[in-house]
C-alpha cells in the first residue's frame, strides 16, 4: 500500500506513545508516512494485515510479545515483509540476531532524523520500493 | 547519551547495507577467539 501523495507507507510498533509519535513527526516531509500505529506485538500483526504497509518500524522491548517474536510472526505471514527493528539495546549481538531472523536493517534509539531516513531509503533500495 | 558501534554508525550513515554489516559480523564473529582459547594458546 502506498499512501495517497505517493509515499512509502510504514506501519510503526512501539508500546511508547512518546515514541510513534516522535517517529511520525521525524518523518514528516519525507518520502515517507506513517499510515497507522501499534503499540504491541499482537496489534501490529492484525494492522499489518489490514493495511499491508510497505515499511514496518518494530521496537524490540514490548510487553505481551516481544518484537524479536512478531518478527518471526510477521515473517510467516508473509515474507515479503519489509521489517525494520527498533531498540535502544544496540549490542552487536542484538542487531545479527535480528538481521538474520529476516529484519532488513536495525536502529538504534534515541532516533536521528537523518540516520532513520538513510536505513530507511537503504531498504526500499535493497528490495525494489520506489521512493 | 548512546553509543552505537561502528557498524551501527556505518549503517545509519548509509555508508554500509545491512547485509554488509550482517557478512561482517557474522565475519567477526568467526575470526574471534573465545578468551579462553587465546590463554591457553599462550600457555601452551
Known amino acids: ?131 | 547519551m548512546s553509543t552505537r558501534f561502528f557498524g551501527q554508525y556505518l549503517l545509519e550513515k548509509g555508508r554500509i547495507t545491512s547485509q554488509q554489516l550482517l557478512d561482517a559480523l557474522e565475519c567477526q564473529n568467526d575470526i574471534t577467539a573465545p578468551i579462553g582459547a587465546m590463554a591457553w594458546n599462550k600457555a601452551c
Open chain 1, 1 to 131: 500500500m502506498m499512501t495517497e501523495k505517493g509515499k512509502v507507507s510504514v506501519l510503526a510498533v512501539d508500546d511508547s506513545k512518546t515514541m510513534l509519535a516522535m517517529i511520525a513527526a521525524q518523518l514528516k516531509d519525507s518520502n515517507f508516512e506513517v499510515v497507522a500505529t501499534a503499540s504491541s506485538g499482537l496489534e501490529a500483526l492484525e494492522k499489518y494485515q489490514q493495511i499491508k504497509p510497505q515499511l514496518v518500524l518494530l521496537d524490540i522491548v514490548m510487553p505481551e510479545i516481544t518484537g524479536i517474536d512478531t518478527l518471526e510472526r510477521l515473517l510467516q505471514a508473509d515474507t515479503g515483509a519489509r521489517i525494520v527493528m527498533v531498540s535502544s539495546v544496540g549490542a552487536e549481538e542484538t542487531v545479527r540476531d535480528c538481521l538474520k531472523k529476516g529484519a532488513k536493517s536495525f536502529l538504534q534509539k534515541p532516533l536521528q532524523k537523518e540516520g532513520m531516513l538513510n536505513i530507511l531509503k537503504n531498504v526500499c533500495q535493497q528490495t525494489g520500493v520506489e521512493l
